[in-house]
């Protein structure tokens, strides 16, 4: 238990940094060759041992490894430690494809509780907090992650896990929650669902720390304001460690990434050629404390952009921004690359709540975009043509901003279905012809 703000780590300078990076990239490297065959090999083909990789100036030289190949290696084939030394599993929720599995050891997990740890004190948590924590708990990341970073801090934890939103809400009342953590989406219909019952005086929460999946800064707003808190984000992926890989700090500006434990790449997805800081591209990951899980330059898909400008919190570590849409979330109608933050951003600039579904299907050969929205109960209340008139604004800010058509439909309040985890924005029912 402690004071997870770390300045000789979180505000070191970048010349210290990098030498704890070159260090434990060095080791890491000679750990995955000489225990994990399936690196052996990938190394093997490009030609390259572990005396090849003397600095992070060498990363590049390194192959990539992606989600296949964690699927073709599952479960055991990528793991560098002999089982009767790792703790735990956690795991993907594996709807595409064979499930990711991801394996820790003791070591691993305080690691990661660290990680959690720095993101929960970067909200301003201490250990006079109490930490409500309703991601789902189990084989996802969210709830296991956050539960051991808030017992790091010393807070009071609340292990409510996801659903149940009528006990979710009692408790924050009774027990006086003041950090909630959980996805964006959930806030949202948290935020709702405090409202309606009239509650909004009698929570004290003060901070959200909220990820696992994207949401705009509108919805930061929208939520921020709805609760009377503060949001930030925290992003992270199961294969790297769950969340905490990055997180924000007062100046929500984007997410420190914690680079005494991962090193970041921007690469350009089409090519794998590394971008320079402050270019779009490919998030990638090397991981260099871990034991049990160590990936070298792991694709995330995520799309951003990472920053070294100075930060007014004093954390020298890079900051990376909210990913703008994965790679392999980017819808391509009629051409054109749509990413579904796109249509958030428009949604709630024009004053629409984030419940909102997008269907694309195939009709005679050619793609149609259909977006459902939800109006506010103020809205419904209006006369069908103001509610047609709305409709075609819509249509029209989508096609200024996407430069496609889209079919907009409003619909009742409460239409659409709420969700307690990542929430599902995107039907391609193109994928069933
Ligand atoms: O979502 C880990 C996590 C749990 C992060 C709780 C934050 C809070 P996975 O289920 O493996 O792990 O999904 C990882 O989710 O590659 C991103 O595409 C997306 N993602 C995670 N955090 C953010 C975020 C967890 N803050 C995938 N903003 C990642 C946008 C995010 N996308």
């Given at each position: 238990m402690g004071n997870y703000f770390q300045p000789e780590i979180e505000c070191a300078s970048p010349e210290q940094i990098r030498s704890w990076q070159d260090e434990r990239l060095v080791k890491t490297v000679r750990h995955v060759y000489q225990n994990v065959p399936y690196y052996r090999s990938?190394?093997?083909k490009k030609g390259i041992t572990p005396e090849d990789i003397r600095s992070v100036d060498d990363l590049h030289k390194l192959p990539f490894l992606t989600k296949d190949d964690l699927r073709d290696a599952y479960p055991y084939g990528l793991l560098a430690m002999p089982l009767s030394d790792c703790v735990r599993i956690q795991s993907t929720s594996g709807t595409t494809g064979r499930r990711v599995v991801a394996f820790y050891t003791q070591h691993d997990?305080?690691?990661?509780?660290?990680?959690?740890a720095r993101a929960i004190v970067a909200a301003g948590g201490t250990k006079e907090d109490v930490v409500h924590v309703c991601y789902g708990y189990g084989l996802f990341t969210g709830g296991p992650g956050l539960n051991g970073g808030s017992h790091k801090v010393g807070s009071l934890t609340l292990p409510m896990s996801s659903g149940n939103t009528e006990r979710q809400i009692q408790f924050m009342v009774d027990l006086g929650s003041?950090?909630?953590c959980c996805t964006p989406s959930y806030a949202a219909y948290l935020a709702e669902s405090i409202h309606e019952r009239g509650l909004r005086d009698k929570i004290k929460l003060r901070a959200g720390i909220f990820g696992a999946e994207a949401w705009s800064e509108e919805m930061r707003r929208d939520i921020q304001d709805k609760l009377g808190i503060k949001a930030y984000d925290i992003y992270g992926l199961t294969e790297i460690s769950g969340?905490?890989?990055?997180?924000?700090?007062?100046?929500q500006t984007g997410m420190h990434i914690n680079e005494d434990h991962f090193i970041a790449e921007i690469i350009n997805p089409e090519t794998g050629e590394v971008l320079p800081d402050g270019e779009k591209g490919e998030l990638v990951f090397t991981s260099i404390s871990k034991e049990a899980f160590p990936l070298l330059r792991y694709r995330t898909r995520d799309i951003?952009?990472?920053s070294r400008k100075k930060c007014s919190c004093g954390r020298t570590h890079v900051k990376m921004s909210k990913p703008m849409g994965r790679s392999d979330d980017m819808l391509i109608i009629k051409g054109v690359n749509v990413f579904p933050s796109q249509i958030e951003t428009v949604l709630l600039n024009k004053g629409y709540p984030a419940n909102y579904q997008i269907?694309?299907?195939r009709v005679n050969n050619s793609d149609?975009?259909?977006?459902?929205v939800e109006m506010t109960p103020e809205m419904f209340s209006d006369s069908l043509g103001e509610i047609s008139g709305r409709e075609k604004e819509l249509v029209d800010a989508l096609k200024a901003m996407l430069g496609i058509y889209a079919d907009v439909h409003l619909v009742a309040p409460k239409t659409i279905t709420r969700s307690e985890g990542k929430a599902v924005r995107v039907i391609d029912k193109r994928k069933l012809y």
């Open positions: 990938l190394m093997e997990i305080d690691l990661w509780d660290e990680c959690c003041t950090i909630l969340p905490g890989v990055s997180f924000e700090c007062s100046e951003c952009v990472l269907v694309v299907t149609k975009l259909e977006v459902q």
